[in-house]
């Protein structure tokens, strides 16, 4: 069974900077678009970023110019770069497949407050 393990999150203040990282434990990880995914608390899981098999992202538009994904087939890691966070980006993100989807992993939590 597949295993997602995603860690680097914590508290930031406004404006500050976070790498998420992701860790899969599929043999075939390289062939999957890989998305990060973040719930914040009361709402839906939401997609936020994901990127190709070739490795082109797809940025969504309300953390667009702020966030980065990138993936590193050999470490069958995926990164989430956060750059200008705010309050409104507090939640805990998850990555995954974007399609075939595996188990969620535990997530990490970041907290984005002055």
């Known amino acids: 069974q597949v295993q997602l393990v995603e860690s680097g999150g914590g508290s930031v203040q406004p404006g500050g900077s976070l790498t998420l990282t992701c860790t899969a434990s599929?043999?075939?990880?390289?062939?999957?678009?890989m998305a990060w995914y973040r719930q914040a608390p009361g709402k839906q899981r939401e997609l936020v970023a994901d990127i190709s098999s070739s490795g082109r992202p797809t940025i969504r538009d309300s953390v667009k110019g702020r966030f980065t994904i990138s993936r590193d087939g050999a470490k069958k890691t995926v990164y989430l770069q956060m750059n200008s966070l705010k309050p409104d980006d507090t939640a805990v993100y998850y990555c995954n497949r974007h399609n075939s989807m595996v188990p969620w992993g535990q997530g990490t939590q970041v907290t984005v407050s002055s």
């Open positions: 599929d043999k075939i990880f390289n062939i999957y678009t």
